[in-house]
């Protein structure tokens, strides 16, 4: 049977494994995290996955992406260190970030990923920033965005799409669009009903996609990832998607409607849409992608269990890093 | 009638009275209803912590979630101010102060000399600061100095419930800007509070334990850590004065003194960074009016000139622990 997808079959799996893995990653801190292993803030990326990956499946290490609170699906899709991640979630001393900044504030420059982003709105100035740097030094790295429909009503996001625009940086501007800002419906919040107009206002085109389809999510990204690489200045894209948990782990979500959590999980899981997809055309089998499944698991099972057994940060690193001791 | 109310509730029970007595009283902020436009409950977080859940079924014409829009409301809610209402305007944490800064410090916290005392401006900004939550180093910050420096700024953070719900009364009716800083380490604390609407006057400090040998002067969560403090020298005979400062604009610089004058030692505890900080500003303030009285060097508990760490392991040492405190009580004692 020929392949309809836009991916071959390494690909594919490729794209498999990173969405898994950001899943299984989520699931697992929701557990730990309920059994009061994880301490702070947790913002999960489940239900998302397919648009993080969709678009990171073009990127590569020079290319830069600012994330959010709701960071670590990025990360994965980007390439950070899954062990990295699970021990800095952990506070250890061979986190991401070696403790310091938690699970808002996982980066990894050398993979191109500025970091997540306890500010709303704060990724979309940097991004600018990346793109700049990219366009004078004449790499054709890209900078992307990424920010919720909520954070979409920043400031720093609106002006930097301006000024993105008058520059022709190569800076793209994802709207993660999954309906809530926190409890607060995008209904309410935005003023525009589409992200298209308002890209349209300021001068640069507007996409948008099924966020839960991944193949939907793939071809856009390429598209518009193409456009930036080649001069042809910044997009805005917007994915409408699905979060699966709460705002935070701890969000009793009584601002959904009866049901909505249980209809999405069984109708809109974009891993589950994935499947059907290459399977029914025949380019995976179910076998293959169990044994990425089991791969996934052994992988989050090692993480956890390396975080737990790892060292803590020792009193002399809370004053390392900063260039003034006082 | 005083019963027992922990600091969120005596926040609450605050903005209700207050809301109830005075209809141009109104609050905004991301979240303080919840569930805006979405199909399940109205009133479905009353806050991210939900310090003003409830509040809306009361007073739905004075409760308004807004976007994730600082910038715009906060200065919205200044604008509003100027023009005849009274708002209420809830960052959720301060560290997003950054996002609207300008609108308070080059407007609200101008309005009223720039125009030649034509202008108020009775608008309260609340927020919650602090570190010992876990959440890292943009959501855990005190920043207490930044608004300190600013004339036109009253600055307010208390450390317990019943000093919350008068400063926050006499916040909501005061004419100026108000910066208002509930330490979410506190928001479980409790004490007695009255039932009945009562204001504590701003620049008016506390004598939170009265001690002869040492003055601590403090403000904050650091104000039970600088009492455990004194608890545990206590047993080791040194006699602890502990001074809350409640207000931190207008700063209560006499209480201050006239305790030095007794005691002769002085130790500043501040959760904030060190550097130009309400401990310095104290230290400096002393060290010109009260010089005369003091047997010891100034000592001063901070936190680091770091950012606020994520991992617990330094989070704790970052936050200024009753055991500091009583080391540097007792370096001014000599011991
Ligand atoms: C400047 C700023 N304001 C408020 C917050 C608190 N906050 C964190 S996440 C969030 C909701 C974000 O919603 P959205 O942008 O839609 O992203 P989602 O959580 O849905 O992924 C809020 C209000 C913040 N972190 N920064
Ligand atoms: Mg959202």
Redesign the pocket.
């Known amino acids: 049977m020929s392949n309809p997808f836009p991916l071959e079959k390494d690909g594919l799996l490729e794209a498999y494994r990173r969405m898994k893995t950001i899943r299984e990653f989520e699931e697992r801190l929701h557990v730990d995290f309920g059994r009061g292993d994880i301490p702070g803030f947790v913002?999960l990326?489940a239900g998302?996955e397919a648009a993080g990956v969709g678009i990171m499946m073009h990127l590569q290490d020079h290319d830069r992406i600012a994330s959010?609170?709701?960071g670590h699906g990025h990360c994965i899709a980007k390439g950070v260190d899954v062990k990295g991640m699970m021990a800095e979630i952990y506070g250890k001393a061979t986190g991401s970030c070696a403790g310091k900044g938690g699970s808002?504030h996982i980066a990894d420059l050398s993979k191109g990923m500025m970091g997540a982003?306890?500010?709303?709105?704060?990724g979309a100035p940097l991004v600018c920033g990346a793109a700049l740097a990219a366009q004078k030094l004449g790499h054709d790295g890209v900078g992307i965005t990424f920010?919720?429909?909520?954070?979409?009503n920043?400031g720093t996001v609106l002006e930097s799409m301006n000024l993105a625009a008058i520059w022709n940086l190569p800076a793209i501007f994802v709207v993660?669009?999954?309906?809530?800002?926190?409890s607060?419906s995008?209904d309410y919040a935005v003023a525009s009903d589409s992200y298209v107009d308002r890209a349209t206002g300021f001068g640069m085109p507007g996409i948008t996609v099924d966020g839960t389809d991944f193949f939907a999510v793939y071809e856009a990204a390429g598209e518009v990832v193409k456009r930036a690489r080649e001069g042809g200045g910044p997009t805005l894209l917007e994915c409408k998607m699905i979060?699966f948990f709460g705002?935070?782990e701890g969000d009793a979500q009584t601002y959904r409607a009866p049901g909505e959590n249980e209809d999405n999980r069984k109708n809109r899981d974009c891993l589950k849409i994935f499947r059907a997809k290459v399977t029914e055309a025949g380019v995976l089998n179910d076998a293959e992608l169990d044994a990425i499944d089991a791969e996934v698991m052994t992988l989050i099972e090692d993480a956890v269990a390396e975080a737990k057994a790892a060292p803590l940060p020792t009193p002399a690193d809370l004053t390392t890093d900063v260039y003034v001791s006082y | 009638m005083a019963r027992t109310l922990s600091m969120k509730d005596a926040i609450n029970e605050a903005l209700d009275q207050e809301m109830t007595r005075d209809p141009t009283v109104i609050m905004m902020g991301?979240?303080i209803v919840g569930g805006a436009g979405a199909a399940g409950e109205d009133d479905a977080w009353g806050g991210?912590l939900g310090v003003s859940k409830g509040l809306y079924h009361k007073h739905p014409k004075q409760m308004i979630d807004t976007p994730?829009s600082?910038s715009a409301y906060v200065g919205a809610a200044i604008g509003a101010a100027t023009c005849g209402l009274r708002p209420v305007a809830e960052?959720?944490?301060i560290?997003?102060m950054?996002?609207c800064l300008d609108q308070i410090y080059n407007q609200a916290a101008k309005f009223r000399y720039m125009f030649g005392g034509k202008a108020e401006t009775p608008v309260v900004i609340r927020a919650m600061c602090g570190a010992g939550f876990r959440a890292a180093a943009?959501?855990s910050q005190m920043l207490t100095p930044i608004f300190t420096h600013i004339p036109g700024l009253k600055v307010v953070c208390p450390s317990n419930a019943y000093d919350t719900k008068g400063l926050l009364i006499q916040a909501i009716r005061d004419n100026d800007p108000v910066i208002f800083l509930e330490h979410k380490n506190l928001y479980a604390s409790e004490c007695d509070v009255p039932e009945e609407p009562y204001a504590i006057p701003f620049g008016e400090a506390s004598i939170a334990r009265e001690g002869s040998d040492v003055t601590i002067v403090t403000y904050g969560l650091m104000v039970p850590n600088s009492l455990a403090a004194a608890e545990t020298l206590k047993k080791e005979g040194i006699d602890v004065e502990v001074i809350d400062l409640r207000t931190l604009s207008p700063i209560d610089m006499d209480t201050v003194i006239e305790s030095v004058e007794n005691t002769g030692r002085l130790v500043c505890v501040d959760e904030a960074n060190p550097r130009c900080s309400i401990a310095t500003d104290i230290s400096a303030n002393v060290a010109q009016d009260a010089f005369g009285a003091l047997k010891a060097p100034i000592e001063m508990v901070t936190a680091p000139h770091s950012p606020v760490p994520f991992s617990p392991a330094l989070e704790d040492l970052y936050i200024p622990s009753p055991d500091r405190i009583a080391a540097a009580v007792r370096k001014t004692m000599g011991a």
């Open positions: 913002h990326y998302e959010t609170h709701r808002m982003n306890g500010i709303l709105g704060a920010f919720g429909d909520g954070a979409s920043q993660e669009n999954n309906g809530y800002a926190e607060t995008v979060r705002h935070f | 991301e979240d991210v994730l600082e960052l959720m944490f560290d997003f950054g996002v943009q959501h």
